[in-house]
């Protein structure tokens, strides 16, 4: 299938389509209903065929460019069908399973993850270490039956709903660094995890605390070998960074333009919106040449902290100047335009911590694209 | 061109940029002809590069436009407006040309051409903030001339793309002199390139260097992605160039060193056919009259 057939049978499906896609009202705006909307669109995208481009057969996918996917993630977002960031879950994991688990493991779960039957989650920060994570402290001890898993994660987006964990743990020594890392992928009903969510400032229950006690996990739930976990969390990164960053670039789109249409004839300026819309731009610009260089099999790298430097200053100079057009509904509306206005305002600067904090995205470029050798 | 074509024709015109050899002569009008995208990006890319300056935007901006060939005068700084304005057969010409002249400069009005003799106009050699960039103001008015048809919205679209890759070039000129300094200057005993602060900086230059290049480039699929490519390249240059200007220091707010001439080059050519804050506005203007945003990049 190619991108322009796909594009063009696609958007039909979806405008045949969108009275059942709909948000259903009856569910509420919160994240419940998110989830609930997530699982329902996914499961018709698969069922439809649409969500499977894009994957691998041996994952239950149809084959062809990735760039399927990034186009599917736009229009659903563009449409406003899905919540961007809870969608971000499979571009982001999926990819680190069809690379690091064991075949038959992958066949079995990714399907299900694409199908909306499940969620997962992402267990890399611990109180102790966020954007140090190679001091990561939570352990797995090698056991007869498999790892035996101890510890603590935190910040673990949308754990109260995951099915499954991909886990970083320490195998290695307390002081093995990078070195002593394995992941592990976890079922979350496992006996011995308590899970707590936590409420963030933007109004939701976005992520919680993860507590492992005597965790059993199986060997074969290993992804990649034993020692090799700083390996799949680096090549998952740039994943966060591409097809997923692509869909947060059409949420943005979308919300500027929701912010067009809303907002009194006088409060907006030219020059501010202007450059928003500049900024907007050259981000989508970036996100797409990656989106390419993905399609054509190149292996993403550090470069693509350039996109989440991007889109974490374009997110957050989009939401200022919504706070300042819609002031009244940011601080004092009520109502569930101003719920939303404000919940996103406040959740978009979190773009400037989460997935690596801006700071350790100019490190990362300063190092390893730059080449200026060592810190001092 | 594939890509061992595009190398060898990029290195044939760096040749050419830096010595000062006649694009003729290393085929890029023909290239200009077969495959407009590669000549435009990679010349402009490698003028701002070297800081070099041809009348290759009079080509550019020619061939999208349908004017003849010659020297064209560019709208005057700041503006994307047809240099030429018709009233009762009186030629009103305000505007600039790039480069050295010839008896004759061809002007557009908004849907037109006029040839006018330079000897009938007011002529100012530009020094200013970039004399090696080699500006000429031209003014005047002429009667009797009668225009030809020609499209000079396509023009400026060509010329802000073309500008919007000068920019480019200039900017990463800019960031690798920053970075070669950082990575020989030693202070408190270590390169400064070891430093946070100094190291965000360059991080900081290199995330708009590449936003611009890809704002560039993507601008290749659309004419109306132009203006905000070349309002992209304009910020990202200015940007670039207040880093670079910190991590060189001293030794940067000298002649002797060329950073300046980078910053001189990109202050002007933000200027032309457009600043990066009059585009900027101007696309805020559009949208709000519209209440639409420009249409997206498709994937
Ligand atoms: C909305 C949201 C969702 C999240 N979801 C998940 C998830 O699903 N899974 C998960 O594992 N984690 C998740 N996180 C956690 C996130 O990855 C961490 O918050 C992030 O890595 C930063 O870690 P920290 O909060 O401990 O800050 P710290 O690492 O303590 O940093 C504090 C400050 O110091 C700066 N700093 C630290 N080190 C350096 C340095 N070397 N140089 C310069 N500055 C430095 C940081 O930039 C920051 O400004 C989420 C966070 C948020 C906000």
Redesign the pocket.
């Known amino acids: 299938m190619q991108l322009d057939a796909f594009r063009r049978e696609l958007d039909g499906w979806l405008d045949e389509h969108a009275a059942e896609l709909a948000r259903d009202a009856s569910d509420g705006d919160g994240l419940d209903a998110d989830m609930a909307q997530l699982a329902k669109v996914k499961q018709m995208t698969f069922d439809a065929g649409w969500m499977r481009w894009g994957w691998p057969q041996r994952v239950g996918g149809l084959g062809g460019s990735p760039l399927l996917r990034g186009y599917l993630g736009e229009a659903l977002t563009a449409r406003d069908l899905v919540e961007p960031g809870t969608y971000s879950m499979t571009e982001v994991l999926a990819p680190t399973m069809i690379d690091y688990a064991r075949p038959e493991l992958a066949a079995e779960m990714v399907p299900r993850l694409l199908r909306g039957e499940e969620m997962w989650?992402?267990?890399?920060?611990e109180p102790g270490t966020?954007?140090?994570l190679a001091a990561l402290s939570c352990r797995a001890v090698r056991a007869d039956d498999g790892w035996r898993v101890t510890g603590q994660?935190v910040?673990?987006?949308f754990a109260q709903f995951a099915q499954r964990c991909v886990l970083l743990a320490r195998t290695g020594a307390p002081d093995s660094a990078h070195r002593g890392i394995t992941a592990l992928f976890v079922d979350m009903d496992a006996p011995g995890i308590t899970v707590r969510p936590i409420e963030?400032m933007h109004g939701r229950l976005?992520?919680c605390e993860v507590f492992f006690d005597d965790v059993l996990v199986p060997v074969e739930r290993m992804l990649g070998e034993e020692g090799q976990g700083w390996s799949v969390a680096m090549d998952l990164l740039p994943y966060e960074r591409s097809t997923s960053l692509w869909h947060r670039g059409a949420f943005l789109q979308q919300r500027l333009q929701h912010l067009l249409t809303d907002v009194a004839d006088d409060s907006l300026s030219a020059a501010e919106l202007g450059d928003v819309v500049v900024q907007l731009f050259a981000l989508r610009a970036r996100s797409r040449a990656t989106q390419h260089r993905l399609a054509a099999g190149e292996r993403l790298g550090p470069e693509t902290s350039v996109d989440k430097v991007l889109l974490a200053t374009t997110e957050q100079s989009l939401f200022d100047l919504v706070a300042s057009a819609v002031a009244d509904d940011v601080l004092t509306g009520d109502d569930a335009a101003g719920a939303r206005w404000r919940s996103d305002y406040l959740y978009s600067r979190?773009a400037t911590?989460?997935?690596?904090?801006?700071?350790?995205q100019r490190?990362v470029l300063a190092r390893r694209v730059l080449d200026l050798g060592p810190e001092s | 061109m594939d890509a061992a074509d595009c190398e060898l024709f990029t290195e044939a015109l760096r040749k050419a940029v830096q010595h000062g050899v006649s694009l003729d002569d290393v085929g890029w009008y023909d290239a200009l002809a077969d495959d407009r995208e590669v000549a435009v990006a990679t010349l402009f890319e490698l003028q701002g590069e070297h800081n070099a300056t041809s009348t290759a935007l009079d080509a550019v901006v020619a061939d999208a436009a349908g004017l003849p060939s010659g020297r064209i005068l560019l709208p005057a700084l700041d503006s994307a407006h047809a240099p030429a304005t018709i009233t009762g057969g009186r030629v009103r010409v305000r505007g600039i040309c790039r480069g050295g002249l010839d008896s004759t400069v061809i002007a557009a009005t908004n849907d037109g051409y006029v040839s006018l003799q330079v000897s009938d106009l007011q002529l100012r050699p530009v020094g200013g903030m970039d004399p090696r960039l080699e500006l000429v103001a031209i003014t005047g008015a002429v009667h009797g001339a009668v225009p030809e048809p020609a499209g000079w919205t396509a023009g400026v679209a060509a010329g802000q793309l073309a500008l919007a890759h000068e920019l480019v070039g200039t900017s990463r000129a800019m960031l690798r002199l920053a970075r070669e300094h950082a990575l020989d200057r030693e202070q408190f005993g270590r390169p400064i390139a070891s430093f946070?602060a100094v190291r965000h900086k360059l991080a900081e230059a290199h995330v708009a260097v590449e936003s611009a290049k890809s704002a560039a480039d993507a601008a290749w699929h659309d004419p109306a992605f132009a203006a905000v490519a070349k309002a992209v390249a304009g910020r990202s240059a200015r940007t670039v160039a207040r880093h670079a200007q910190q991590v060189l220091a001293g030794i940067g707010f000298t002649t002797e060193h060329p950073l300046h001439r980078y910053i001189r080059r990109a202050l002007v050519l933000d200027g032309l056919f457009g600043s990066s804050r009059t585009l900027t506005s101007e696309i805020g203007a559009q949208a709000l009259r519209t209440r639409h945003l420009p249409r997206p990049i498709p994937l």
Do not use: R, V
Request: hydrophobic share 25%; glycine share 16%; with cysteine.
């Open positions: 989650c992402q267990g890399f920060s966020g954007s140090n994660k910040w673990t987006s963030t976005e992520f979190a911590i989460y997935g690596g904090s801006a700071e350790i490190n | 946070q």
